[in-house]
């Protein structure tokens, strides 16, 4: 995979309630990813970028809600979500703290 590429797999990681507690509880965190990322891609991604090992790589597609705004009606895009496991003694932290 060319380092173009690599940098424009990982969207953004997500941080909320849930992701935070796996994070805690098994090294785990999860990331919007491109509707077209393969897991290798994924591994080396997050492996180059943040210098981790990664131990297992899962993914989900997740589906756009139907909204409404008055009459109008559409629909959010559909997106992939990564959720990775890192191997024992690595960490990443998202926030800048102790």
């Known amino acids: 995979m060319n ?20 994070a ?13 990322a393969s897991k290798p891609e994924i591994r080396q991604a997050v492996e180059k970028l943040f210098n981790v090992q990664v131990a297992e790589v899962r993914v989900t597609n997740v589906k756009g809600k139907a909204k409404r705004f008055g009459a109008m009606q559409g629909r959010r895009k559909d997106w992939k979500k990564a959720y990775v496991r890192l191997k024992e003694g690595f960490d990443i ?6």
């Open 24 to 36: 805690d509880a098994s090294r785990q965190f999860a990331f919007q990813v491109l509707r077209d």
């Open 93 to 98: 932290q998202f926030a800048g703290g102790a």
């Open 3 to 22: 380092q173009e590429r690599m940098m424009r797999v990982l969207l953004r990681p997500i941080v909320s309630e849930k992701s935070t507690n796996l």
